[in-house]
């Protein structure tokens, strides 16, 4: 089970912060990672990270304004968003227990979150 929060409306250049808890076997750490889907667009994935918090990838849209961390007793990943633009508008998905190999995350289709809100305005 994941449970989102964060997002809301923010104008360009401002900050957001999405934060995605997951909760599963006790003691199981998993990779996990964001995705966005804006209006008539396919979803894409945003930034992983893996299930130790050593490693982390982001797409290249995003590199330098946002941060994914993992708080490792919470199973709880954390993406801050600064400097958001226009186009950063979108519905953002956690998802957990995908595969995080290569610089790559592949998700878990099984395991997505209701989504949340992210709108930014000029």
């Known amino acids: 089970q994941l449970v989102e929060s964060g997002g809301g409306s923010v104008q360009a250049g401002g900050s957001l912060r999405l934060s995605c808890a997951a909760s599963?076997?006790?003691?199981?750490?998993?990779?996990m990672g964001w995705f966005r889907q804006a209006p008539g667009k396919t979803r894409e994935i945003v930034a992983a990270?893996?299930?130790?918090?050593?490693?982390?990838y982001y797409h290249y849209s995003v590199k330098g304004r946002f941060t994914l961390t993992k708080e490792m007793d919470k199973n709880t990943i954390y993406l801050e968003m600064n400097n958001l633009q226009v186009e950063d508008t979108a519905i953002y998905y956690c998802?957990?227990?995908?595969?995080?190999?290569?610089?790559?995350?592949?998700?878990?289709?099984?395991?997505w979150g209701q989504g949340i809100q992210v709108t930014v305005s000029p």
């Open positions: 599963g076997r006790p003691g199981a750490q998993y990779d």
């Open positions: 998802n957990c227990g995908g595969t995080y190999y290569g610089g790559n995350y592949h998700p878990n289709s099984d395991s």
């Open positions: 990270i893996n299930w130790s918090g050593v490693s982390t």
